[in-house]
């Protein structure tokens, strides 16, 4: 079988491509890809960052080191929880919010972009396969 012929490899290069596009874009506002897909997913009331790093696939020690940095740029601040006293929230400062909605920006429109090329049938097809290898994935990590 080619390399280039299986699905890891297609994921891989694809993944790899889409990622050097997004840390470019992000470049320009002085952020990485992996900042805006933070900030894209703390919630408006606030996270606990216990629930951010499963949430988004990430690993505690590298989701620590972003946190860290957001928070060193003033993008994020950690409150304590008012339902838990031993827990902290994450929440987006005014800053954070703007870096944010850039980062959306981005997003939609390299999804739009796509999308236009792209029919209905061919975009269900293509989160059919995604989903498919997502869950066989799943059963090998059990």
Same mark, same amino acid.
């Given at each position: 079988?080619?390399?280039?012929?299986?699905?890891?490899?297609?994921?891989?290069?694809?993944?790899?491509?889409?990622?050097?596009?997004?840390?470019?874009?992000?470049?320009?506002? %002085?952020?990485?890809?992996?900042?805006?897909?933070?900030?894209?997913?703390?919630?408006?009331?606030?996270?606990?960052?216990?629930?951010?790093?499963?949430?988004?696939?990430?690993?505690?020690?590298?989701?620590?080191?972003?946190?860290?940095?957001?928070?060193?740029?003033?993008?994020?601040?950690?409150?304590?929880?008012?339902? %838990?006293?031993?827990?902290?929230?994450?929440?987006?400062?005014?800053?954070?919010?703007?870096?944010?909605?850039?980062?959306?920006?981005?997003?939609?429109?390299?999804?739009?972009?796509?999308?236009?090329?792209?029919?209905?049938?061919?975009?269900?097809?293509?989160?059919?396969?995604?989903?498919?290898?997502?869950?066989?994935?799943?059963?090998?990590?059990?």
């Amino acid at each position: 079988m080619e390399k280039q012929k299986t699905f890891d490899y297609a994921l891989r290069s694809t993944w790899q491509g889409v990622s050097n596009m997004y840390n470019k874009a992000a470049g320009k506002f %002085d952020s990485t890809m992996a900042t805006g897909f933070v900030l894209l997913n703390i919630e408006q009331n606030g996270t606990p960052s216990t629930s951010l790093g499963p949430k988004m696939g990430m690993e505690n020690t590298s989701l620590s080191r972003i946190l860290n940095t957001l928070e060193k740029r003033s993008l994020i601040e950690r409150k304590q929880n008012p339902n %838990d006293g031993r827990s902290r929230l994450i929440h987006l400062t005014k800053l954070g919010l703007e870096k944010r909605e850039i980062s959306k920006k981005i997003v939609l429109e390299f999804n739009k972009s796509v999308a236009d090329q792209l029919k209905k049938e061919e975009i269900n097809i293509f989160f059919k396969v995604i989903n498919c290898i997502n869950k066989q994935s799943q059963k090998i990590n059990q």
